[in-house]
């Protein structure tokens, strides 16, 4: 493989367009080489500025021996798929989450890439390259806090333009959440109990407030607030509480201000803006790694692991009791992956 690295970019909505934009701007050995959108105008003003061409088959760009490597972005019902021709061609791809939108067909990706006996998937899990996510990461490794005890997470979004259903909220949103708990706490979530309750007062059907009590695998237990429906602007946040203390990431980017009685932080807008660094640190990092020919980071086993724990809270949410978190055996391919 090597440089420089051909891209070719499957869905120009936002976050394929943040992608191609982070890969022209920020990876020099990089080329886009490709842009494939059903709206060929969306696909188009991506491409133009970066001189790359328009293409109206996914299958086809991902065959193209002209393509080193891919980026895909589009809708979830497509991932599976488009993950699963990527390890046909054997290409290396930075793949949005979630990984897949059933668990048999999330498997069925694990144990082709599994088969092959190297990992060419990374996942769009970009906590895991958020400076605030690392640097508390290391002090927690380095044993800031003692043993790792309670997780506590909470990500609240400003309400969208077509709302997302309540297991949508757990498989697009919450999976980051739910990522952050397994490689923060290095433990596995086995079981989940979801509850929730309705902002939109339109949308009685919709939990767009979801509480998740997990237990994991080691002893320690967490919590995840999700709010679909800030009404204020976008919040992420993680606690760790140890058994010498408590660690948390710091609440924005902005200066603190104290003025006429008030405390004030200004907010980011929405995870464009709060992860905008982390976007440029994961682009970078996978290209390190496609032109060498593998993938590094969030792998195919965390987007199903992370894509299992969605479904069971999904389910819990449903039958309102606490739900086990099925899953494999893990792959020998993702034992001490990087
Ligand atoms: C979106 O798809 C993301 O990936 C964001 O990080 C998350 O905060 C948001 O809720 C999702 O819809």
């Known amino acids: 493989m090597g440089w420089p690295l051909r891209v070719g970019v499957i869905g120009a909505g936002g976050m394929g367009a943040r992608h191609a934009e982070n890969l022209s701007r920020h990876v020099p050995g990089a080329e886009l080489a490709a842009v494939m959108?059903?709206?060929?105008?969306?696909?188009?003003a991506i491409a133009e500025a970066a001189g790359a061409a328009v293409v109206d088959d996914a299958e086809e760009?991902?065959?193209?021996?002209?393509?080193?490597?891919?980026?895909?972005?589009?809708?979830?019902?497509?991932?599976?798929?488009?993950?699963?021709?990527?390890?046909?061609?054997?290409?290396?791809?930075?793949?949005?989450?979630?990984?897949?939108?059933?668990?048999?067909?999330?498997?069925?990706?694990?144990?082709?890439?599994?088969?092959?006996g190297r990992r060419l998937i990374q996942i769009g899990l970009m906590r895991r390259y958020d400076p605030q996510h690392v640097a508390l990461a290391a002090r927690l490794t380095g044993g800031a806090v003692g043993r790792p005890l309670m997780f506590r997470g909470w990500h609240r979004n400003p309400p969208e333009a077509t709302p997302p259903t309540a297991s949508e909220i757990l498989i697009q949103a919450a999976v980051h959440d739910l990522y952050?708990?397994?490689?923060?706490?290095?433990?596995?979530?086995?079981?989940?109990?979801?509850?929730?309750?309705?902002?939109?007062?339109s949308r009685t059907d919709e939990r767009d407030l979801q509480l998740l009590s997990l237990t994991l695998d080691g002893g320690a237990v967490g919590s995840i607030e999700v709010n679909k429906n800030s009404g204020f602007g976008y919040e992420v946040g993680v606690e760790v509480t140890g058994d010498r203390g408590i660690i948390s990431t710091a609440p924005h980017h902005a200066p603190i201000i104290r003025h006429e009685g008030l405390l004030a932080q200004a907010m980011e807008a929405d995870w464009l803006e709060r992860f905008d660094r982390a976007y440029v640190l994961e682009v970078q990092t996978w290209a390190a790694a496609a032109a060498s020919g593998s993938a590094t980071g969030p792998s195919a086993w965390?987007?199903?692991?992370?894509?299992?724990?969605?479904?069971?809270?999904?389910?819990?949410?449903?039958?309102?009791?606490?739900?086990?978190?099925?899953?494999?055996?893990?792959?020998?391919?993702?034992?001490d992956q990087p």
């Open 302 to 335: 965390d987007g199903y692991r992370t894509l299992a724990a969605s479904i069971a809270a999904a389910e819990s949410l449903e039958q309102r009791t606490p739900v086990d978190v099925g899953v494999l055996a893990v792959p020998s391919v993702y034992v």
């Open 180 to 201: 952050s708990v397994r490689w923060l706490m290095r433990q596995e979530i086995m079981s989940i109990h979801a509850i929730g309750t309705t902002i939109d007062p």
């Open 37 to 44: 959108d059903p709206d060929q105008d969306r696909a188009r």
């Open 61 to 116: 760009l991902i065959a193209s021996p002209t393509i080193d490597a891919l980026i895909i972005a589009s809708p979830d019902a497509t991932h599976g798929p488009l993950a699963r021709a990527c390890l046909d061609a054997c290409k290396p791809v930075l793949l949005e989450k979630p990984l897949a939108v059933t668990l048999t067909e999330a498997a069925a990706i694990v144990e082709q890439e599994a088969a092959l």
